[in-house]
């Protein structure tokens, strides 16, 4: 039998893994800079931990979560994102009395059982921030800028950040409130799709979410910016925004932005890549002020996003500075005959510990394979070693992209490669 991986999971090859890690430590990089230290959550967590903080309505929660019940008795799922678990090792680990704000970043698998497509995969991978402690709007602003300096670093240009104020708690409500009104006594409900009159029922503000086609061209003729927020959470947003342009960054005030999970309050907010058809949110977040209380935590103000990697690396390609780009390594050793073998054998092993990625043929190859070999590892260079080359006491050095050489003595080799690197 011949085993094959679970539907709506992928293996990410040797050949791949070299751009997840660029862009891995493209990330910890920006979280080092902005001060956020990693967290390393279990991938499981009790059921209820996520009925609880998502929200049973959500269909995360309803149509979306990996459970299953344990030997011991106990209800248990893979997460399906990454707030919760961070904000319940917060509590645990009781870092709200220690030291009340945190900042905190993760990497790391989440799974949901949706329907796998392009963009979608029930394990798929997540970058993220939870900004824990205040409600400074500075804060939001900080979180925002991560996010479009997450992006910059992943040599991603064409996105778009949209936003929105949800307002606190009781704004939430009295926008539900509205929108019920609006679909039981102005427009009838049964234009909308069958998920969109559900949620009329138990979550209202997710019909403004609404992916369905139909249901997006109803719901934006009939609903514009309804008067629902308080002073303060008005304020919040202004503030927010203010900063966002003090930073520069472009963003577009948008009414149906309400994400999917109900912990959200007050800011949140979307990005989208242009070359990624329908599925084309590539990582979103927003303020919540409730869920550490909620969880059984004192009243702390918290913030954050997730990216999603997957979606990261799609919208890459569509990218002209990144399209069909090839990470590979170094210096790929090329060598004619066994005394040439064994001199390039040792200069390799001098690359290696100088910090040059390197590797050599192990198979005997000519060295028109070798070549063929350099290339389809990306060298950068490639460097030949020939009976020649040992009588004159030099390697030979290639540029693989300009196909220009150059001679080195064996016992200058390694900054005359050096030199050349980083000249590219």
């Known amino acids: 039998m011949a085993y094959k991986a679970i539907r709506g999971t992928k293996d990410i090859l040797p050949a791949e893994c070299s751009e997840w890690q660029e862009i891995e430590n493209a990330c910890r990089e920006v979280f080092r800079t902005f001060g956020y230290g990693e967290i390393r959550t279990p991938i499981m967590e009790e059921t209820g931990l996520f009925i609880k903080t998502v929200g049973e309505d959500t269909d995360i929660v309803k149509k979306e979560m990996f459970s299953f019940t344990d030997r011991g008795e106990r209800d248990i799922s893979l997460r399906p994102e990454g707030t919760a678990p961070v904000i319940r090792a917060y509590l645990e680990h009781n870092l709200d009395k220690t030291e009340p704000f945190q900042k905190i970043c993760y990497i790391g698998p989440m799974f949901r059982a949706e329907r796998p497509q392009a963009g979608r995969l029930r394990q798929f991978h997540q ?253 950068s260079l490639v460097l030949i070693v020939g009976d020649e080359e040992i009588a004159r006491n030099e390697a030979v050095l290639r540029d693989m992209r300009t196909k220009k050489q150059v001679s080195a003595k064996f016992d200058s080799v390694i900054s005359e490669a050096k030199t050349m690197l980083g000249a590219r």
């Open 127 to 379: 970058v993220g921030v939870e900004a824990i402690g205040s409600s400074n709007a500075a804060l939001d602003a900080e979180v925002i800028d991560i996010l479009t300096r997450l992006l910059r670093a992943c040599k991603i240009e064409k996105y778009q950040l949209h936003l929105n104020n949800l307002g606190c708690r009781e704004d939430k409500k009295k926008l539900s409130a509205l929108l019920v009104e609006l679909f039981s006594k102005k427009i009838s409900a049964a234009v909308l799709c069958e998920d969109c009159r559900r949620r009329l029922k138990t979550n209202p503000i997710r019909v403004l979410d609404c992916k369905n086609d139909g249901c997006r061209t109803i719901i934006r003729k009939s609903f514009g910016e309804i008067e629902f927020l308080c002073r303060d959470c008005k304020a919040h947003f202004d503030r927010t925004l203010k900063f966002l342009d003090l930073l520069n960054i472009k963003y577009t005030v948008d009414p149906y932005i309400v994400r999917g999970i109900d912990y959200y309050t007050r800011t949140v907010f979307e990005v989208t890549h242009e070359g990624l058809g329908s599925q084309n949110a590539i990582g979103a977040g927003g303020r919540y002020d409730n869920l550490i209380k909620d969880m059984g935590g004192p009243s702390l103000s918290a913030c954050g996003f997730a990216l999603g990697l997957d979606r990261v690396l799609m919208a890459r390609s569509k990218e002209p500075a990144t399209a069909g780009r090839t990470a590979g390594i170094d210096i790929f050793v090329a060598t004619l005959g066994e005394a040439a073998y064994e001199k390039g054998f040792l200069i390799l092993n001098e690359l290696r510990h100088g910090g040059i990625s390197s590797d050599i043929d192990y198979e005997n190859s000519s060295l028109k394979s070798q070549m063929r070999r350099a290339d389809k590892l990306g060298a």
